[in-house]
């Protein structure tokens, strides 16, 4: 089983839409789990970190279920500029690397 | 801050060829991996480092080598190249393996033809 596995889409949904993805993850000593955003040829960078509690950054809410192993992103009112792959990763486990998951793909259209 | 720099950008390489993928960063970082992105895909991880002078392999170490005998800077060395190793190629540091944020380089494109 893959360590982080999330759905790779593409997800198309139009502008203004709210849209959601989930990844799942193997290993529960897993400490630590982020989003980050990968534009088309260039390099991941940090979209935010999810907390326990979960966590709201404007139009973003990341949440975290240990129970079932999973985090989730939302996206409200989705904007063109959104569109990007989304990776979720997972740091602080046993294996004592960080694991990125292999992204899920949106695209917004007009 | 430079954060992390790759060097180079680009890269055109013959099979059979050798040569060295270069990634420093200055924020005192104690992990640095390199990763392979190949087109439509998502990142394999190549080889980690969790402090200098430790190393380990990740998903896809096989034609790859990797030191790290300072903590600011983790090369990766193509052994002798093939057109599978084609990719486009990102080194990434975080402070920690735990809780902080990975800050990536800008990416080596590399083509061996």
């Known amino acids: 089983r893959k360590e982080v596995e999330q759905d790779p889409g593409p997800f198309n949904v139009p502008e203004g839409a709210t849209v959601a993805f989930n990844c799942t993850y193997s290993?529960?000593?897993?400490?630590?789990f982020f989003w980050y955003r990968q534009d088309c040829r260039k390099e991941p960078k940090l979209l935010m970190s999810v907390y326990s509690s979960g966590n709201e950054d404007g139009r973003f809410t990341a949440q975290l279920n240990r129970a079932s192993q999973y985090i989730s992103l939302l996206i409200r009112d989705s904007k063109l500029s959104d569109s990007a792959t989304y990776l979720c990763v997972l740091g602080g486990s046993s294996a004592s690397k960080i694991i990125f998951g292999s992204g899920t793909r949106l695209s917004i259209r007009p | 801050n430079a954060g992390v720099t790759q060097t180079p950008k680009f890269q055109v390489l013959k099979t059979g060829q050798s040569m060295t993928l270069q990634c420093a960063q200055d924020?005192?970082?104690?992990?640095m991996s390199w990763y392979r992105q190949d087109p439509g895909m998502g990142l394999r991880l190549i080889h980690y480092s969790v402090g200098a002078g430790i190393t380990d392999q990740g998903e896809v170490p096989n034609g790859y080598n990797v030191s790290r005998s300072t903590t600011e800077d983790f090369p990766l060395r193509l052994l002798s190249a093939a057109p599978s190793q084609t990719s486009v190629y990102f080194c990434?540091?975080?402070?920690?393996?735990?809780?902080?944020?990975?800050?990536f380089g800008q990416g080596t494109r590399l083509t061996v033809v």
């Open positions: 924020m005192n970082h104690e992990y």
């Open positions: 990434a540091s975080s402070y920690s393996v735990q809780g902080t944020e990975a800050f």
């Open positions: 290993n529960s000593a897993s400490q630590s």
